[in-house]
């Protein structure tokens, strides 16, 4: 019977206890909870409203693609300028790829805009970012400066990427082209001293060698 009394006393003393913590701290408390509750539906409204921009990028790209099918060019260029600022990973680099497919912007400062706005405004994985940066130097190739364009293509130069061989490609046919053959060879070289690449890259880089000793 003692214990039966000794138990009930500390179940109201335990239910005492809480509801006079409840007391005290009632407005923290509600505060903690209103505040879990608006974060929860904030990730809600994120989340979906980010699923409707997706949706509404493809549906913009879609339309676009539809433009140039029909021949509507400026039309399209507008419509994919518009989602290259939308700052989305993909639709953004497909906006531009297609703009530079289709040669739909010819203004070399406007396409290096573009270019730098991409790269600035997105958040991408390794070696998306370093296709990018080959893109934009095999465009500025024809009108960059030396300096510019080796300034412009150390991150690739100097680091394991994919697209390691291709930029040293690039550079080498840059040099043969101004007919500085020295600089070429040395670019065409590593491309040789590179592992386990396609064998058509180490084929390329052997016929310039060859036509540069012809030379």
Known sequence: MDEKLIEARYDVTKKTKIKKFYESNKILILCTISFFIILIAFIIFY????ERKKISLAENYVTAKIYLSNKERNKAKDVLENIIFANDNTYSTLSLFLILNENLITDQQELSNLFDHVLKNNKFEKEIKNLLIFKKALFQSNFVSEHELLDFTKPLLNTNTLWKPHILMLL??????KKEYSKATEFYTQILSLKNLNEGLYEQ???????ITNE
């Open 205 to 211: 880089a052997r016929t310039q060698l060859r036509f």
């Open 172 to 177: 080498g046919d840059y040099f043969v082209f």
């Open 47 to 50: 989340s979906e409203s980010k």
